[in-house]
C-alpha cells in the first residue's frame, strides 16, 4: 500500500498519490483550482486519476489501486 502511496500522480510535478490526498483534503477549492495546487499545471494529462481522487477524498474512500491504474493507463498512452 505504501507502493501506491508513494507514486508520482502526474508527469508534470512530482507530487505523490498521498501528497495530493494531503493537499485535496486541506483545501476547500474546487476541483479546478485545486487540481493546480498538485500539479502546478493546466495540462490535462493527468485529469481523469485527478478527479477520481478528488471525489474520492470528497466522499472519504480512497481507493489507493484504482488511482494507481489510472495513473498507469494515463502513463502508458
Known sequence: ME???NK???E????TIQ???ELFQNT??????AKKLVTKCNKTCC??????LFNMVEFGAI???????L???TNER
Open 3 to 5: 507502493e501506491l502511496k
Open 8 to 10: 508520482q500522480i502526474c
Open 12 to 15: 508534470c510535478g512530482l507530487t
Open 19 to 21: 501528497e495530493a490526498v
Open 28 to 33: 476547500t477549492l474546487p476541483y479546478k483550482k
Open 47 to 52: 485529469r481523469r486519476a485527478l478527479i477520481a
Open 63 to 69: 481507493d489507493y489501486e484504482e488511482i494507481a491504474f
Open 71 to 73: 495513473v498507469d493507463a
